[in-house]
């Protein structure tokens, strides 16, 4: 499960050969991929892992006691094992397999309906990406909760942390926000928030879609009790997801779905729970997803997070400096350490036209609300365009985003 690269050296450009899909041109043009905020591609061990599991090991998991629904089970729970050590979990009966972030936040949202009261509070950011937004606007409509938002600064996409601890004052149960912002790109100081979250006895949940696949994510040393992230977003399949919980707080929750697998004993008129985590994960799981999952985390620590962290982040400050001095355009987020990725408006431009532009060359951005459609009401503009970028990204394609949005800017302006 080794990329094709010595990792004590990152080659980037080298890299590109272990995903098949990069190889094809778009439009005449060859593909420049930056959509990695939505989903971002799969190597050739990912691909194979899923081949090779339906091709030989393919059975249900922890209910037959044949060969093949042993070798699935293994493989399941080997995955579930490597995730608990990819980020430094105590234990693997702290990982839930889900189909990824948006289901990890609503499995919460959810079981916490039985823990907050009115009077209560709930706390998020300005910032947030609906699904850690929309889950908890339907908690607070159930309980009678409040919800509650820490201000972001303005274009500058830094999270106005001055009145913190009065909003937390405020009987907040529950503290939720991302680690890496999708549409600003800014990283969150997670550590801190989950302690000021801990001092005030609020529950800390970390969206970590942006950063799981991206940086080194240790849930012990930032102290959270729940990080949700998704398997797509990092070299892996799609449906398949994590939900981290400290046990303590997963024993103690109701169970999210209900149906096999997550039961220990059922009664005509009541059942009791599987021990955690199985209590969380009703019916057949995606196993296979799992199986790729494994393959996509042996993948990024062969090439190491820290490398990966820093070549997105300096492909996304370099692009951020570059477009700086296109005409008419207006850029968010923090211009020094950022994320992977990048959004910006165009003088006259609607970021669909743009993102249509980019693509007759084989450029893949994405525009739109980008799922943060409060942010962007906020700031005063409808929709903006977002270049991500990801491992296999290099300069020689930030060269070719520059150039097109040159282009743009004077076809548009
Ligand atoms: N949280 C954040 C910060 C995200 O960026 C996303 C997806 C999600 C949650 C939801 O993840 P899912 O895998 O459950 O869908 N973000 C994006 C995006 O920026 N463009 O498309 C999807």
Redesign the pocket.
């Known amino acids: 499960m080794k990329p094709s690269i010595d990792a004590s050296a990152p080659d980037w450009a080298a890299l590109r050969d272990d995903f098949p899909i990069l190889g094809q041109s778009v439009h005449g043009h060859p593909l420049v991929y930056f959509d990695n ?3 971002t591609q799969k190597p050739r061990v990912v691909i194979e892992s899923l081949v090779h599991y339906y091709e030989h090991d393919n059975a249900n998991v922890h209910r037959g006691v044949h060969e093949l629904s042993f070798r699935a089970t293994t493989a399941y729970e080997a995955a579930r094992t490597r995730v608990a050590e990819f980020i430094h979990a105590a234990s693997s009966d702290e990982i839930v397999f889900t ?5 990890g ?1 609503n499995l919460i949202a959810y079981t916490f309906t039985s823990r907050l009261k009115p009077g209560d509070a709930i706390l998020v950011t300005e910032m947030e ?1 609906h ?2 937004l929309v889950p908890w606007q339907l908690l607070a409509k159930r309980t009678g909760a409040r919800l509650l938002f820490v201000p972001v600064t303005g274009d500058d996409g830094l999270l106005d942390l001055s009145g913190i601890e009065g909003l937390l004052a405020q009987n907040v149960k529950l503290f939720a926000f ?1 680690q ?4 600003l790109g800014t990283i969150n100081p997670a550590q801190e928030l989950c302690a000021r979250a801990r001092a005030h006895g609020a529950v800390s949940v970390v ?1 970590a ?2 950063s799981a696949g991206h940086m080194p994510v240790d849930v012990q040393a930032l102290g959270c009790d729940f990080l949700a992230f ?1 398997g ?2 990092m070299a892996g399949p799609t449906g398949i ?1 994590v939900l981290y919980g400290r046990l303590k707080l997963l024993e103690e929750m109701d169970p999210f779905q209900s149906g096999g697998d997550m039961i220990a004993s059922v009664q005509y008129d009541h059942s009791t729970w599987n021990k955690v985590p199985h209590k969380f994960e009703a019916g057949t799981p995606h196993i296979a997803g799992a199986v790729g999952l494994h393959a996509a985390l042996d993948y990024l620590d062969a090439i190491g997070r820290p490398a990966i962290a820093a070549h997105d982040s300096q492909l996304a400050r370099d692009a951020y400096a570059r477009l700086a001095e296109v005409p008419g355009i207006r850029l968010f987020g923090p211009s020094g350490e950022r994320g992977g990725l990048v959004c910006f408006g165009l003088a006259g431009a609607h970021a669909h036209d743009v993102v249509t532009f980019a693509d007759q060359e084989g450029i893949a951005l ?1 525009g739109g609300h ?2 943060t459609q409060p942010l962007w009401h906020k700031l005063g503009i409808a929709a903006t365009t977002r270049a991500s970028f990801y491992l296999y990204n290099t300069p020689a394609e930030v060269d070719r985003l520059i150039g097109v949005i040159h282009r743009a800017a004077k076809f548009f302006g």
């Open positions: 905020g939505a989903t189909r990824g972030t948006t289901e936040l990406h699904s850690n991302p890496v912002s999708n549409t969206d879609a942006q998704s797509h977003k997801g994405r980008h799922c």
